[in-house]
């Protein structure tokens, strides 16, 4: 069984940053493509950012891009993936939930914009964007 936990989230000012981490661990057998969800009350779940198991193919929901950067570190069993976010604003305000996707080399999910094509889920952390 693969888990994901993730960290790093809290109560940030407008403008502020704050780093979010997320370590996939367990009965690792394959390599696997990250993503960042996010859930705000009220709203549906929203696609945030993606990184392919080789780092290089980089994807952004147009709500966040230029200020947040997704990275991943480690071998195929021992992965971190990051989520640097700058510049934050009060709409920003959510529960940060990372998911892996089967995947190798430079490929991501077909529909990477969906929850449906990831395979395992965080809990969630909280973000909380309030002056």
């Not at 940030?12 to 394959?30: E, M, T």
């Not at 009350?41 to 709500?63: C, H, M, Q, T, W």
Request: hydrophobic share 35%; aromatic share 10%; proline share 4%.
């Amino acid at each position: 069984q693969v888990q994901l936990v993730e960290s790093g989230g809290g109560l940030v000012q407008p403008g502020g940053s704050l780093r979010l981490s997320c370590a996939l661990s367990g009965r690792i057998f394959s390599t696997y493509a990250m993503g960042w969800f996010r859930l705000a009350p009220g709203k549906e779940r929203e696609f945030v950012a993606a990184i392919s198991v080789n780092g290089r193919n980089l994807k952004y929901a147009d709500s966040v891009k230029g200020r947040f950067t997704i990275s991943r570190d480690g071998a195929e069993h021992m992965v971190t993936v990051y989520l640097q976010m700058n510049a934050l604003k009060p709409e920003d305000t959510a529960v940060y939930s990372c998911a892996a996707a089967e995947a190798t080399g430079n490929r991501l999910p077909r529909d990477y914009r969906l929850p449906r094509d990831y395979t395992y889920w965080g809990q969630g952390t909280q973000v909380t964007v309030s002056s």
